[in-house]
């Protein structure tokens, strides 16, 4: 399915009445604190993402990336505007696998099912699985410190599969993993979204990972955070990190990234 993220620049467009969106966030800002001390975090964010739609956002350090997913996920609540996730409750996955570590691969797994009120005879069957989409069947029975950090965070996206969800946040997930594992985890998240058709809102400080992953990555500004640019990645054809023509427009991204970076600290 085409992915489709309008921000506020777009919402004069003409939409076509048949679109399925799965987020929607309208004139969306959130505040922290009070008076003299309050801090903004983002600031009117108005963006659409379609369901099936894998989409990135890049930002600089604090620019209200992860703020903009809690809201979403439903984890926090906005100052103002309004955030509506007709696609379904979300699953959220961290940068931290946060697996619970008494708990085997298969029982993390197993739990989230558990709390979906999966009948307790079908959920070993479906907990399995799911460890074998994530290539994982081998480790069922292993404990989290006995997995590497991108087998945990394979876990992890099994146990967000396990609820379910039609859309998946995902907050820099392969930001602690080594070059060689993030590049096959791209491989598989590329494949299980492929196959289940989730829509993927994907934070990352990462522009050769936007691009290398999104059907398209937006911009957000420097706090408050906003959307301030979009990109359609029209990259045919299989991916990789390394690919000149991924190389090429992340330069384009990256030096607009550093406008608004240069924009913010110069004020």
């Known amino acids: 399915m085409t992915a489709a993220l309008r921000v506020v620049r777009e919402a004069s467009v003409p939409q076509p009445a048949d679109r399925s969106i799965a987020i929607r966030l309208s004139e969306v800002s959130k505040v922290y604190g009070r008076g003299q001390s309050a801090v903004p975090a983002l600031d009117r964010v108005t963006l659409e993402v379609e369901e099936g739609a894998f989409v990135c956002l890049v930002g600089a350090s604090g620019c209200g990336k992860t703020t903009l997913l809690n809201l979403i996920a439903g984890l ?72 590497s950090g991108g087998m945990r965070q394979r876990v992890a996206i099994a146990r967000a599969l396990a ?73 045919h054809g299989h991916r990789r990190i390394e690919s000149p023509e991924v190389g090429a427009l992340s330069v384009v991204i990256r030096e607009r990234l550093g406008e608004e970076v240069r924009r913010h600290v110069e004020g």
Do not use: C, Y
């Open 163 to 235: 609820q379910d969800a039609r859309v998946l946040l995902m907050d820099e997930p392969f930001g602690a993993l080594d070059a060689l594992t993030r590049d096959l985890l791209h491989e598989e998240l590329e494949l299980l979204w492929r196959e289940g058709g989730q829509t993927v809102l994907f934070v990352t400080h990462n522009v050769r990972e936007a691009v290398r992953l999104g059907q398209r990555v937006i911009v957000l500004s420097s706090r408050p955070g906003r959307p301030v640019a979009t990109f359609d990645v029209a990259i």
């Open 76 to 147: 926090d609540l906005p100052t103002a505007g309004r955030v509506e996730v007709p696609g379904g409750r979300p699953a959220l996955i961290f940068q931290d696998a946060a697996l619970f570590p008494w708990l085997t691969a298969i029982e993390n797994v197993e739990l989230a099912l558990r709390l979906r009120g999966v009948r307790r005879s079908e959920r070993a069957d479906r907990a399995t699985d799911l460890l074998r989409r994530v290539h994982l069947l081998d480790f069922a029975r292993k404990r989290p410190h006995e997995l």
